[in-house]
Protein backbone atom coordinates (compact mmCIF):
# COMPACT_ATOMS: atom_id res chain seq x y z
CA UNK A 1 0.00 0.00 0.00
CA UNK A 2 1.53 3.51 -0.78
CA UNK A 3 0.61 6.85 0.83
CA UNK A 4 0.04 9.77 -0.99
CA UNK A 5 3.17 10.83 -1.02
CA UNK A 6 4.55 6.91 -2.88
CA UNK A 7 6.37 5.78 0.20
CA UNK A 8 5.17 2.40 1.29
CA UNK A 9 3.08 1.67 4.78
CA UNK A 10 2.57 -1.21 6.87
CA UNK A 11 -1.17 -2.35 7.07
CA UNK A 12 -1.49 -0.67 10.67
CA UNK A 13 -0.76 2.29 9.60
CA UNK A 14 -3.45 2.50 7.05
CA UNK A 15 -6.09 1.61 9.46
CA UNK A 16 -4.91 4.97 10.99
CA UNK A 17 -4.68 6.92 8.04
CA UNK A 18 -6.95 5.63 5.15
CA UNK A 19 -9.99 7.98 4.44
CA UNK A 20 -8.07 10.75 5.94
CA UNK A 21 -8.33 12.84 3.02
CA UNK A 22 -12.35 13.04 3.36
CA UNK A 23 -11.46 15.02 6.62
CA UNK A 24 -12.22 18.97 6.42
CA UNK A 25 -10.64 22.04 8.99
CA UNK A 26 -8.06 19.76 10.53
CA UNK A 27 -10.49 17.96 12.25
CA UNK A 28 -8.78 14.58 12.51
CA UNK A 29 -12.18 12.03 11.83
CA UNK A 30 -14.19 12.56 8.71
CA UNK A 31 -17.48 14.14 9.07
CA UNK A 32 -20.49 12.64 9.71
CA UNK A 33 -22.98 13.46 6.58
CA UNK A 34 -26.49 12.75 7.35
CA UNK A 35 -28.18 12.82 3.83
CA UNK A 36 -30.68 12.58 1.10
CA UNK A 37 -31.48 15.62 -0.47
CA UNK A 38 -27.82 16.88 -1.80
CA UNK A 39 -28.35 20.44 -4.18
CA UNK A 40 -27.23 21.60 -7.80
CA UNK A 41 -26.11 24.83 -7.87
CA UNK A 42 -27.47 24.92 -11.32
CA UNK A 43 -29.33 23.22 -14.74
CA UNK A 44 -25.85 22.43 -16.03
CA UNK A 45 -24.81 20.67 -13.07
CA UNK A 46 -28.30 19.00 -12.72
CA UNK A 47 -28.05 17.62 -16.38
CA UNK A 48 -24.65 16.79 -16.40
CA UNK A 49 -24.84 14.89 -12.71
CA UNK A 50 -21.52 14.60 -12.31
CA UNK A 51 -20.81 16.48 -8.97
CA UNK A 52 -19.12 13.57 -6.79
CA UNK A 53 -22.51 13.85 -4.31
CA UNK A 54 -25.81 13.56 -6.52
CA UNK A 55 -28.25 11.81 -3.60
CA UNK A 56 -27.49 10.35 0.16
CA UNK A 57 -28.46 6.90 -1.22
CA UNK A 58 -25.27 7.02 -3.57
CA UNK A 59 -23.27 8.45 -1.43
CA UNK A 60 -21.33 11.03 1.03
CA UNK A 61 -18.03 11.65 2.25
CA UNK A 62 -18.74 9.45 5.35
CA UNK A 63 -18.87 6.49 2.75
CA UNK A 64 -16.75 6.75 0.73
CA UNK A 65 -14.29 7.41 3.71
CA UNK A 66 -15.40 4.17 5.16
CA UNK A 67 -15.23 2.46 1.56
CA UNK A 68 -12.11 3.74 0.47
CA UNK A 69 -10.41 2.14 4.36
CA UNK A 70 -11.82 -0.95 4.36
CA UNK A 71 -10.96 -1.41 0.22
CA UNK A 72 -6.87 -0.75 1.50
CA UNK A 73 -7.72 -2.53 4.42
CA UNK A 74 -8.82 -5.89 2.20
CA UNK A 75 -6.40 -4.87 -0.76
CA UNK A 76 -8.86 -5.13 -3.07
CA UNK A 77 -10.22 -2.13 -6.23
CA UNK A 78 -13.37 -0.60 -4.22
CA UNK A 79 -15.88 -1.17 -1.22
CA UNK A 80 -19.43 -0.79 -1.16
CA UNK A 81 -21.43 -0.72 2.24
CA UNK A 82 -24.53 -2.49 3.49
CA UNK A 83 -27.26 -2.33 6.67
CA UNK A 84 -25.72 -5.74 7.81
CA UNK A 85 -23.47 -8.67 7.00
CA UNK A 86 -26.16 -10.50 5.67
CA UNK A 87 -27.41 -8.09 3.29
CA UNK A 88 -23.53 -8.35 1.81
CA UNK A 89 -23.86 -11.66 1.42
CA UNK A 90 -27.13 -11.63 -1.12
CA UNK A 91 -25.25 -8.32 -2.87
CA UNK A 92 -22.62 -10.94 -3.62
CA UNK A 93 -25.24 -13.44 -4.73
CA UNK A 94 -27.74 -11.16 -6.45
CA UNK A 95 -24.43 -8.89 -8.74
CA UNK A 96 -22.83 -12.76 -9.55
CA UNK A 97 -25.78 -14.86 -10.46
CA UNK A 98 -28.31 -15.17 -12.87
CA UNK A 99 -31.49 -17.31 -13.05
CA UNK A 100 -30.11 -20.56 -14.32
CA UNK A 101 -26.70 -20.32 -12.90
CA UNK A 102 -25.42 -22.68 -10.35
CA UNK A 103 -23.01 -21.70 -7.18
CA UNK A 104 -20.72 -24.15 -4.97
CA UNK A 105 -21.12 -22.82 -1.42
CA UNK A 106 -19.40 -24.32 1.37
CA UNK A 107 -21.08 -26.42 3.81
CA UNK A 108 -19.41 -24.52 7.12
CA UNK A 109 -20.98 -21.27 5.25
CA UNK A 110 -23.12 -18.86 7.96
CA UNK A 111 -26.23 -21.02 8.82
CA UNK A 112 -28.43 -17.61 7.60
CA UNK A 113 -26.20 -17.93 4.21
CA UNK A 114 -27.72 -21.39 3.78
CA UNK A 115 -31.03 -19.94 4.39
CA UNK A 116 -30.53 -17.88 1.24
CA UNK A 117 -29.45 -20.53 -0.98
CA UNK A 118 -32.38 -22.54 -0.18
CA UNK A 119 -34.49 -19.97 -0.23
CA UNK A 120 -34.51 -16.87 -2.35
CA UNK A 121 -31.97 -18.25 -4.54
CA UNK A 122 -33.86 -21.53 -5.21
CA UNK A 123 -36.86 -19.29 -5.86
CA UNK A 124 -35.50 -17.60 -8.51
CA UNK A 125 -34.10 -20.73 -10.06
CA UNK A 126 -30.00 -20.42 -8.73
CA UNK A 127 -29.16 -24.07 -8.36
CA UNK A 128 -27.21 -24.08 -5.30
CA UNK A 129 -24.39 -27.43 -4.27
CA UNK A 130 -23.17 -27.67 -0.79
CA UNK A 131 -19.09 -28.31 -0.54
CA UNK A 132 -16.93 -30.20 1.76
CA UNK A 133 -14.89 -26.94 3.60
CA UNK A 134 -11.95 -29.57 2.84
CA UNK A 135 -12.33 -30.38 -0.59
CA UNK A 136 -9.63 -27.98 -2.11
CA UNK A 137 -8.70 -28.93 -5.65
CA UNK A 138 -11.46 -31.27 -5.63
CA UNK A 139 -13.63 -28.83 -6.11
CA UNK A 140 -13.04 -29.47 -10.30
CA UNK A 141 -14.74 -32.13 -9.63
CA UNK A 142 -18.32 -30.13 -8.79
CA UNK A 143 -18.05 -27.90 -11.16
CA UNK A 144 -20.82 -27.22 -13.72
CA UNK A 145 -20.98 -25.24 -16.95
CA UNK A 146 -23.58 -22.98 -15.60
CA UNK A 147 -21.29 -22.63 -11.89
CA UNK A 148 -20.43 -18.95 -11.68
CA UNK A 149 -19.54 -18.62 -8.10
CA UNK A 150 -17.73 -20.60 -5.48
CA UNK A 151 -18.42 -18.94 -2.04
CA UNK A 152 -16.01 -19.71 0.66
CA UNK A 153 -15.28 -18.71 4.19
CA UNK A 154 -11.96 -19.16 5.69
CA UNK A 155 -12.51 -20.61 8.71
CA UNK A 156 -15.91 -21.51 9.23
CA UNK A 157 -17.10 -19.61 11.91
CA UNK A 158 -18.75 -22.62 13.84
CA UNK A 159 -16.58 -25.71 12.85
CA UNK A 160 -13.09 -23.67 12.61
CA UNK A 161 -12.48 -25.76 8.98
CA UNK A 162 -9.48 -24.45 7.23
CA UNK A 163 -10.08 -23.94 3.56
CA UNK A 164 -7.20 -24.38 1.00
CA UNK A 165 -8.20 -20.94 -0.33
CA UNK A 166 -5.19 -20.66 -2.97
CA UNK A 167 -6.07 -24.40 -4.92
CA UNK A 168 -10.07 -23.31 -4.60
CA UNK A 169 -9.26 -20.46 -6.66
CA UNK A 170 -7.21 -22.29 -9.20
CA UNK A 171 -9.80 -24.65 -9.75
CA UNK A 172 -12.79 -22.24 -9.94
CA UNK A 173 -10.98 -19.68 -12.28
CA UNK A 174 -10.12 -22.64 -14.92
CA UNK A 175 -13.47 -22.95 -15.12
CA UNK A 176 -14.36 -19.41 -15.24
CA UNK A 177 -16.17 -19.23 -12.04
CA UNK A 178 -15.45 -16.36 -9.68
CA UNK A 179 -14.40 -16.78 -5.69
CA UNK A 180 -15.78 -14.96 -2.82
CA UNK A 181 -14.69 -15.09 0.65
CA UNK A 182 -16.93 -14.46 4.02
CA UNK A 183 -13.49 -13.11 5.09
CA UNK A 184 -15.11 -11.95 8.39
CA UNK A 185 -13.23 -14.01 10.87
CA UNK A 186 -9.98 -12.74 10.10
CA UNK A 187 -11.33 -9.06 10.04
CA UNK A 188 -9.20 -8.31 6.27
CA UNK A 189 -6.45 -7.64 8.76
CA UNK A 190 -4.91 -11.11 9.04
CA UNK A 191 -6.13 -12.84 5.35
CA UNK A 192 -5.72 -10.72 2.41
CA UNK A 193 -7.85 -12.08 -0.15
CA UNK A 194 -6.73 -10.65 -2.79
CA UNK A 195 -3.54 -11.78 -2.66
CA UNK A 196 -5.00 -15.30 -2.13
CA UNK A 197 -6.76 -14.65 -5.81
CA UNK A 198 -9.64 -13.94 -4.43
CA UNK A 199 -12.71 -11.91 -6.74
CA UNK A 200 -14.94 -10.46 -3.71
CA UNK A 201 -14.27 -10.42 0.18
CA UNK A 202 -17.06 -9.72 2.24
CA UNK A 203 -17.63 -8.67 5.73
CA UNK A 204 -20.09 -8.90 8.55
CA UNK A 205 -17.91 -6.10 9.51
CA UNK A 206 -20.81 -5.84 12.40
CA UNK A 207 -18.20 -7.60 14.14
CA UNK A 208 -14.25 -6.86 14.71
CA UNK A 209 -14.37 -3.89 12.64
CA UNK A 210 -17.01 -2.04 14.65
CA UNK A 211 -15.64 -4.34 16.98
CA UNK A 212 -17.74 -2.37 19.92
CA UNK A 213 -21.05 -4.57 19.07
CA UNK A 214 -22.96 -1.80 19.10
CA UNK A 215 -24.45 -1.50 15.17
CA UNK A 216 -24.69 -3.36 12.41
CA UNK A 217 -23.06 -3.22 8.66
CA UNK A 218 -21.89 -4.97 5.65
CA UNK A 219 -18.89 -4.29 3.45
CA UNK A 220 -18.36 -6.30 0.15
CA UNK A 221 -15.15 -5.20 -1.47
CA UNK A 222 -14.28 -6.65 -5.51
CA UNK A 223 -11.36 -6.09 -7.70
CA UNK A 224 -11.48 -3.86 -10.31
CA UNK A 225 -12.22 -6.62 -12.91
CA UNK A 226 -15.42 -7.36 -11.29
CA UNK A 227 -16.55 -3.73 -9.99
CA UNK A 228 -18.49 -2.40 -12.85
CA UNK A 229 -20.39 -5.15 -12.51
CA UNK A 230 -21.22 -4.93 -8.68
CA UNK A 231 -21.54 -1.83 -8.56
CA UNK A 232 -24.10 -1.78 -11.11
CA UNK A 233 -26.03 -4.44 -9.23
CA UNK A 234 -25.64 -2.56 -6.12
CA UNK A 235 -27.48 0.78 -7.20
CA UNK A 236 -30.07 -1.00 -8.79
CA UNK A 237 -31.21 -2.89 -5.02
CA UNK A 238 -31.49 0.20 -3.84
CA UNK A 239 -28.76 -0.29 -1.06
CA UNK A 240 -26.53 2.02 1.06
CA UNK A 241 -26.03 2.15 4.96
CA UNK A 242 -26.90 4.83 7.80
CA UNK A 243 -24.00 7.76 8.76
CA UNK A 244 -23.98 6.53 12.09
CA UNK A 245 -23.18 3.87 11.56
CA UNK A 246 -20.90 4.09 8.89
CA UNK A 247 -18.97 6.72 11.76
CA UNK A 248 -19.12 3.80 14.39
CA UNK A 249 -17.62 1.63 11.98
CA UNK A 250 -14.02 3.81 10.66
CA UNK A 251 -13.99 4.46 14.06
CA UNK A 252 -13.65 1.12 15.60
CA UNK A 253 -11.26 0.05 12.25
CA UNK A 254 -8.98 2.66 14.08
CA UNK A 255 -8.09 0.41 16.66
CA UNK A 256 -8.48 -3.12 14.68
CA UNK A 257 -4.71 -3.76 14.68
CA UNK A 258 -4.31 -3.21 18.38
CA UNK A 259 -7.58 -5.10 19.33
CA UNK A 260 -7.08 -8.24 16.79
CA UNK A 261 -3.59 -8.71 18.27
CA UNK A 262 -5.04 -8.89 22.08
CA UNK A 263 -7.69 -10.89 21.10
CA UNK A 264 -5.35 -13.36 19.31
CA UNK A 265 -2.87 -13.52 22.30
CA UNK A 266 -6.12 -14.04 24.92
CA UNK A 267 -7.44 -16.45 22.39
CA UNK A 268 -4.59 -18.58 21.75
CA UNK A 269 -3.54 -18.58 25.54
CA UNK A 270 -6.88 -20.24 26.27
CA UNK A 271 -6.79 -22.22 23.51
CA UNK A 272 -3.90 -23.57 24.57
CA UNK A 273 -5.30 -23.65 28.15
CA UNK A 274 -8.54 -25.99 27.21
CA UNK A 275 -6.43 -28.13 25.30
CA UNK A 276 -4.60 -29.31 27.74
CA UNK A 277 -8.07 -29.47 30.05
CA UNK A 278 -9.36 -33.55 31.22
CA UNK A 279 -13.06 -32.45 29.88
CA UNK A 280 -12.05 -31.38 26.40
CA UNK A 281 -11.61 -33.92 23.66
CA UNK A 282 -10.71 -31.05 21.40
CA UNK A 283 -9.97 -27.44 20.62
CA UNK A 284 -10.80 -25.86 17.03
CA UNK A 285 -8.44 -23.56 16.55
CA UNK A 286 -6.45 -23.57 13.24
CA UNK A 287 -3.85 -20.82 15.43
CA UNK A 288 -3.05 -24.04 17.80
CA UNK A 289 0.08 -25.79 17.01
CA UNK A 290 -1.25 -29.32 15.74
CA UNK A 291 -5.05 -28.12 15.32
CA UNK A 292 -7.27 -28.91 12.42
CA UNK A 293 -5.88 -26.92 9.65
CA UNK A 294 -2.87 -25.27 11.42
CA UNK A 295 -0.80 -25.77 8.11
CA UNK A 296 -3.09 -24.02 6.14
CA UNK A 297 -3.40 -21.15 8.71
CA UNK A 298 0.43 -20.75 9.31
CA UNK A 299 0.78 -20.54 5.27
CA UNK A 300 -1.96 -18.16 4.09
CA UNK A 301 -2.86 -16.43 7.23
CA UNK A 302 -0.91 -13.16 9.06
CA UNK A 303 -3.35 -14.03 12.86
CA UNK A 304 -5.67 -15.64 14.12
CA UNK A 305 -8.69 -13.36 15.73
CA UNK A 306 -10.83 -14.57 19.03
CA UNK A 307 -13.18 -16.85 17.54
CA UNK A 308 -13.25 -20.34 17.97
CA UNK A 309 -14.17 -23.90 18.97
CA UNK A 310 -13.79 -26.62 21.43
CA UNK A 311 -15.70 -29.96 21.71
CA UNK A 312 -16.26 -31.77 25.49
CA UNK A 313 -15.80 -34.61 26.03
CA UNK A 314 -19.31 -34.95 28.10
CA UNK A 315 -22.68 -34.42 25.73
CA UNK A 316 -24.70 -34.76 28.99
CA UNK A 317 -27.01 -31.45 28.67
CA UNK A 318 -27.48 -30.78 32.50
CA UNK A 319 -23.21 -30.48 32.70
CA UNK A 320 -23.33 -28.73 29.38
CA UNK A 321 -25.58 -26.56 30.94
CA UNK A 322 -24.12 -25.88 34.19
CA UNK A 323 -20.72 -25.65 32.81
CA UNK A 324 -22.79 -22.38 30.64
CA UNK A 325 -24.79 -20.80 33.54
CA UNK A 326 -22.03 -20.97 35.93
CA UNK A 327 -19.70 -18.49 33.69
CA UNK A 328 -20.27 -14.48 34.10
CA UNK A 329 -17.54 -12.74 31.65
CA UNK A 330 -18.81 -14.73 28.84
CA UNK A 331 -22.47 -13.94 27.74
CA UNK A 332 -24.76 -15.93 25.88
CA UNK A 333 -25.68 -14.21 22.53
CA UNK A 334 -25.14 -14.57 18.86
CA UNK A 335 -22.59 -12.26 17.06
CA UNK A 336 -18.88 -11.71 18.21
CA UNK A 337 -16.30 -9.40 17.67
CA UNK A 338 -16.95 -6.77 20.10
CA UNK A 339 -14.70 -6.27 22.97
CA UNK A 340 -16.45 -8.72 25.41
CA UNK A 341 -16.09 -12.47 25.52
CA UNK A 342 -19.20 -14.74 24.55
CA UNK A 343 -19.97 -18.22 24.63
CA UNK A 344 -22.25 -20.18 22.56
CA UNK A 345 -23.26 -23.74 22.24
CA UNK A 346 -23.58 -24.68 18.68
CA UNK A 347 -24.86 -27.86 17.19
CA UNK A 348 -24.42 -28.21 13.66
CA UNK A 349 -25.60 -31.95 13.08
CA UNK A 350 -29.11 -30.47 11.94
CA UNK A 351 -28.17 -28.73 8.75
CA UNK A 352 -25.35 -29.54 7.38
CA UNK A 353 -25.85 -31.95 3.69
CA UNK A 354 -22.14 -32.37 2.64
CA UNK A 355 -20.31 -33.46 5.60
CA UNK A 356 -21.24 -35.24 9.02
CA UNK A 357 -20.44 -33.72 12.13
CA UNK A 358 -19.13 -37.03 13.87
CA UNK A 359 -17.60 -35.03 17.23
CA UNK A 360 -19.32 -37.16 20.13
CA UNK A 361 -19.27 -34.59 23.24
CA UNK A 362 -20.77 -31.20 23.02
CA UNK A 363 -19.52 -28.40 20.92
CA UNK A 364 -18.78 -24.81 21.79
CA UNK A 365 -18.47 -21.95 20.73
CA UNK A 366 -15.87 -19.42 22.45
CA UNK A 367 -15.41 -15.50 21.53
CA UNK A 368 -12.08 -13.89 23.43
CA UNK A 369 -12.51 -10.80 24.52
CA UNK A 370 -10.52 -8.06 25.58
CA UNK A 371 -10.62 -8.84 29.43
CA UNK A 372 -8.04 -10.12 31.59
CA UNK A 373 -7.20 -13.16 30.45
CA UNK A 374 -6.45 -14.69 34.52
CA UNK A 375 -10.17 -13.29 35.04
CA UNK A 376 -11.38 -15.00 31.55
CA UNK A 377 -9.61 -18.72 32.40
CA UNK A 378 -10.76 -18.72 36.23
CA UNK A 379 -14.48 -18.04 34.82
CA UNK A 380 -13.70 -21.33 32.83
CA UNK A 381 -12.58 -22.79 35.56
CA UNK A 382 -15.58 -22.02 37.71
CA UNK A 383 -17.72 -23.62 34.56
CA UNK A 384 -15.57 -27.02 34.92
CA UNK A 385 -16.07 -26.89 38.38
CA UNK A 386 -19.82 -26.92 38.22
CA UNK A 387 -20.11 -29.14 35.38
CA UNK A 388 -17.93 -31.96 37.35
CA UNK A 389 -20.03 -32.17 39.66
CA UNK A 390 -22.93 -33.45 37.54
CA UNK A 391 -21.11 -36.01 35.21
C1 LIG B 1 -22.50 -12.54 11.63
C2 LIG B 1 -22.04 -13.12 10.37
C3 LIG B 1 -22.63 -12.77 9.16
C4 LIG B 1 -23.84 -11.88 9.08
O1 LIG B 1 -23.63 -10.61 9.58
P1 LIG B 1 -24.78 -9.72 10.23
O2 LIG B 1 -24.17 -8.39 10.32
O3 LIG B 1 -25.14 -10.35 11.53
O4 LIG B 1 -25.95 -9.76 9.27
C5 LIG B 1 -22.10 -13.29 8.01
N1 LIG B 1 -21.05 -14.14 8.04
C6 LIG B 1 -20.46 -14.51 9.20
C7 LIG B 1 -19.30 -15.44 9.16
C8 LIG B 1 -20.95 -14.02 10.40
O5 LIG B 1 -20.37 -14.41 11.55
Known amino acids: MKSPKGAPHQPATDLVTAGRQYSEHGIVSPGVYHASTILYPNTDALRAQNQPYTYGRKGTPTSRALEETIAQLEGGHACRLTPSGL ?20 DSAYRPTRNLCNGLLQRMGIETTFYDPLIGAGISDLM ?14 QTFEMQDIPAIVKAAHAHDALVAIDNTWSGGHYFKAFEHGCDISFQAATKYLVGHSDCMMGC ?10 FKDAYEQMGLCAGPDDMYLTLRGIRTLDVRL ?8 DIAEW ?3 RDEVAEVLHPGLPGAAGHDIWKRDFKGASGLFGFVLKTRNQQAVDAFLNTLTLYGMGYSWGGFESLVIPCDVTSYRTATTWDREGHLLRLHIGLEDVRDLKEDLENGFKAMAALV
Open 274 to 276: LDG
Open 87 to 106: AAVSAVMMAFLNSGDHVLVT
Open 261 to 268: ERHMKSAL
Open 144 to 157: QPNTRLVMTECPGS
Open 220 to 229: ITVAEEHWER
